[in-house]
């Protein structure tokens, strides 16, 4: 299988920084995806990674190294709102076909 | 704009009895289908996956069935609930296996 490693629990201040990692193995990998979700909520989409890079979109940022299996996502200033799980995503192909294998999450607690 | 419809948002069913979910997808055509599991402190784990109309595949064996009657729609099912079958199970779908796929709201289930 392909194994998705992601931190359990992770706590940050309202305003701070957070970097959340994720690591993946790397053979038939095609992308990273990172998801948010709220207890009891369904996941939601917040950025796709295929080149190794970080791609910025408002708080959120999300880093990629293909050759390292490794891809963080970035969360600034954070905000009480962003108390949620965050799950890593990777997809991978073989034998005409695609499948998506998610992390177990992250879950991150802000306090004030 | 594409929309994802699930229900029911939870369901209490005693062991043994049948189970029925249903999903359908509006705004697209021949999107790709998905059903997931979230059990208590694990990942989010590929149940089925269809790219169209009656064709499914099942990544996990158990006593879950899934079957796709119409371009739109997922049906998730099972003749006999066991306990281990509680969850929080998603729908969701995709462009194509390798974009990013959007979540239904989820249902939660509780075999007692």
């Known amino acids: 299988g392909q194994n998705i490693d992601q931190p359990t629990e992770m706590t940050a201040t309202e305003g701070a920084i957070v970097q959340i990692n994720c690591t993946y193995q790397?053979?038939?990998?095609?992308?990273l995806f990172w998801y948010q979700q709220h207890a009891g909520e369904a996941p939601t989409f917040l950025s796709y990674?295929?080149?190794?890079g970080l791609e910025e979109k408002g708080r959120f940022s999300s880093f990629l190294s293909r050759s390292k299996g490794y891809s963080y996502l970035l969360l600034k200033e954070l905000q009480m709102k962003d108390s949620a799980s965050y799950l890593c995503?990777?997809?991978?192909?073989?034998?005409?076909?695609?499948?998506?294998?998610f992390g177990k999450g992250t879950k991150l607690s802000v306090i004030p | 704009s594409q929309t994802i419809h699930q229900w029911p948002a939870t369901l209490v069913q005693p062991v043994g009895s049948p189970l029925s979910l249903e999903c359908t997808v509006e705004?697209?055509?021949?999107?790709?289908l998905y059903w997931y599991r979230q059990a208590a402190g694990r990942g989010l784990q590929l149940l089925f996956y269809?790219?169209?109309?009656?064709?499914i595949s099942s990544e996990v064996p158990q006593n879950l069935s899934a079957s796709r009657p119409q371009d739109r729609q997922f049906i998730l099912s099972s003749k006999k609930l066991l306990l281990s079958d509680s969850g929080f199970y998603l729908c969701?779908?995709?462009?194509?296996?390798?974009?990013?796929?959007?979540f239904g709201q989820g249902t939660r289930l509780t075999v007692v």
């Open positions: 790397t053979s038939g990998f095609n992308g």
């Open positions: 969701a779908w995709s462009p194509s296996m390798w974009t990013e796929a959007f």
């Open positions: 705004g697209t055509s021949n999107p790709n």
């Open positions: 995503a990777a997809l991978y192909s073989g034998a005409g076909s695609y499948q998506l294998t």
């Open positions: 269809s790219v169209g109309i009656g064709q």
């Open positions: 990674n295929v080149l190794d």
